[in-house]
């Protein structure tokens, strides 16, 4: 194949989202330099506050809002901690005459974005009282799936979307709906996975920093922040805007998805990006942004929940692993004879980690049981493990990978969790986890994304979001990071077992 056969699976990765150079027309977006004077304005200025945009430029900007407005603007200025930082006004009057609006304001390149939209109905309650409400029932759950369902439950009863998700990465950046609400009568995406392109790096990337985007209405072409260019040829900025008007390629993404209006707010957990809650709506939908920023209270402490609850997990099982390996110390410093049979020790490891079948190499000696292979394919993969790094656990969910005469059995044992137990290079227990035909829903088949143009093949979004299903074979369920570490714990014992007595011996011979 010549190269250009090959999609071009970076040009989404290269899309410089943050520098479209608009905002959506529900609201208007001023730049003012540190001297006051607007510097940018958005081509929709005059719909908002009655100046046309190219007579804004270069004026102070008590010229354009109030000087009661300019004010609040200043003193709320001070609150600003660096580029990342955004502060907002809710309800002020930008002039006499006009009804109230909602700003946010940011620095960005030395310049001040301000940004304003017309506030919501009044009468709504306080946010920190309807965010406390929420925060309540959340600790209320008692399992991560409640707890999970309940968060997307709250943030649509709050913002009134017909489907609110929750959408978790995995390791490679693929992504699951773990969560969902939705009005009856549509479809649910429960479960359904979507491949990694879906949502490019730079985007993930600025997702981090900036944890809330709306898209109030899809249609709308957006209103040009100008110029285009300052004076130094810099286009503006908006990575933390509100406003940010959102990638073409994004906009007909969600079309073909059926969407009219998103809502995402990011879901971070120790500094990653673990997902996303993403709300969808058939119709314009604009939350306000008073509403905005109670959902994104609700997702910087919900992120800051799921983090905990997850740590409990982890220290959950840690706890469970220094059992099994305490007791293992306790019961072979009584009979060391122990330590020499392959069946009492595959027994104990094998009931700390979930599996199928177990083999044991020790002293040459070989123990098998459940779905592990035959002795001859067990002494076959003992062969090439301890060609492999010495000492170290070796974990697969797809064996014939790593050892393709596993193929042979991948259904019996499919999946491999093996632990040297010993400083001889070929004792080891191994896990075995029987081979399980997932059927992975894709929203789509995740190769359409790749289509021909004048340009060759490229990445574009799939145009069909119908449910397809993927058979993964000779594949187990994977082992999971915690189960890793509890091999390690208990692989420690066992040499730190192994040592005592070797010293113990030593000194008695002595
Ligand atoms: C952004 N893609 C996104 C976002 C989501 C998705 C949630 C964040 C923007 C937002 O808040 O809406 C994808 N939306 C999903 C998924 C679900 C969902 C998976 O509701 C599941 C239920 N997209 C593609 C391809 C490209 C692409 C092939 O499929 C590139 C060619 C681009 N996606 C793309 C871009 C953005 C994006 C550029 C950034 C949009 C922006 O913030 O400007």
Redesign the pocket.
Known sequence: ATPTDQPDLT??DR?P?HLLGAVQSFGFLLAVSSDWLVSRASENLADHVGTAWDIALGQPLHAVLSQDAVHDIRNRIAYLQGEDSVERLLRIRLKPDLPEYDVAIHFSRGSIIIEGEPSGPAGHEDIGITVRSMLMRQSQSSSMQNFQLNAVRQIRAITGFDRV?L?RFDQDGA?E?VAESVASKRES?LG?R?PA????RQ?RA??LRNVL?V?ADLQDPGARVLPERDLHGHPIDLSMSVL?S??P??IE??TN?GVRA???ISVVCEGRLWG?I?C?HHAPLRPSLEQRTAAELFGRMFSMMLESREREETAGYEQRSRAIADRLMAVVAQDAKLLHDPEWIGETIGAAIPNDGIGVYLDGRIALSGMAPDEGQFRALIRDLSTGAASQIVITDHLSQLHPPAAAYAERAAGMLAIPISRSPRDYVVLFRAEKVRSVRW?GDPQK?MEEDAHGVR????KSFEAWRQLVQGVSEPFAAAERRVAEAVRTSLLEVVLLLSEERESDQA
């Open positions: 040009a989404c899309e989202i998700m959408y992504g709906v995406f359904l979507y392109t879906d949502i490019p985007a600025l997702y985007r898209i940010r959102v990638s390629v994004h993404y969600l998805m998103s809502l995402s996303l993403a969808h929203a994304a990445l574009s979004p799939r």
